[in-house]
C-alpha cells in the first residue's frame, strides 16, 4: 500500500489571520467585561454605605441631627472606595407626613482602560430613603399613686 502525499491547502495561512483579526475584538471584551464587573460591584458598594447611613441615622431624631455620624457610618461601610465617596443627607417627610432621612452616596469611577465609545468616567449614586422611628416617652410614676405596673404588692388596697 502506497501512501499518498496530503496536499497543502491554498489557505494555508487562513487560521492565523482568522486569529489575528479576532484577537483584539477578544481582548476589547475581555476588558469590557472587567470593567463592567467593576462597576457592578463599585455600585453595590455604594448602596450598602447609602442604607447603612440611613439606617444609623433612622434610629431617632438624635440620630438623624447627626449629620457627621450618618457619614462616618456611609464611608465605614465604603473603605474599599478611593477616593471616598461624597455622603450628603436631608431630613424632610414623606408622603404621610412622617419624619424621614434621605442619605445620598456619590463616587465616581474610573474605567482601567480607554476606548473610543466607551465611557472612563461613570458617576455612580444611590439614594436611600427611611422612616425616623418614634421616640417613645419614658414613663414617670409617683410615689405610690398613679397607674402602670409601679410596683407594689398587688392587692389593691384590699
Not at 462597576?39 to 433612622?58: E, I, P
Not at 404621610?96 to 480607554?114: E, H, I, K, M, Y
Request: charged share 20%; proline share 6%.
Amino acid at each position: 500500500m502506497k501512501l499518498r502525499a496530503r496536499k497543502q491547502s491554498p489557505r494555508r495561512g487562513g487560521t492565523v489571520v482568522e486569529l489575528a483579526v479576532l484577537l483584539p475584538l477578544l481582548a476589547f471584551l475581555f476588558v469590557i467585561g472587567i470593567d463592567f464587573a467593576r462597576v457592578f460591584y463599585h455600585t453595590l458598594t455604594v448602596s450598602s454605605a447609602a442604607r447603612s447611613g440611613a439606617l444609623f441615622g433612622s434610629r431617632d431624631e438624635v440620630r438623624a441631627a447627626d449629620t457627621d455620624g450618618i457619614k462616618g457610618a456611609a464611608l465605614d461601610e465604603a473603605k474599599n472606595l478611593k477616593p471616598a465617596p461624597d455622603v450628603k443627607s436631608v431630613r424632610q417627610l414623606d408622603e404621610q407626613g412622617n419624619p424621614c432621612l434621605r442619605v445620598t452616596v456619590t463616587w465616581s469611577f474610573r474605567s482601567a482602560a480607554s476606548f473610543p465609545g466607551v465611557p472612563t468616567t461613570v458617576n455612580v449614586s444611590k439614594t436611600v430613603q427611611m422612616r425616623i422611628a418614634p421616640t417613645v416617652p419614658k414613663e414617670t410614676f409617683s410615689d405610690g399613686a398613679g397607674g402602670g405596673s409601679g410596683g407594689g404588692s398587688g392587692t389593691g388596697g384590699l
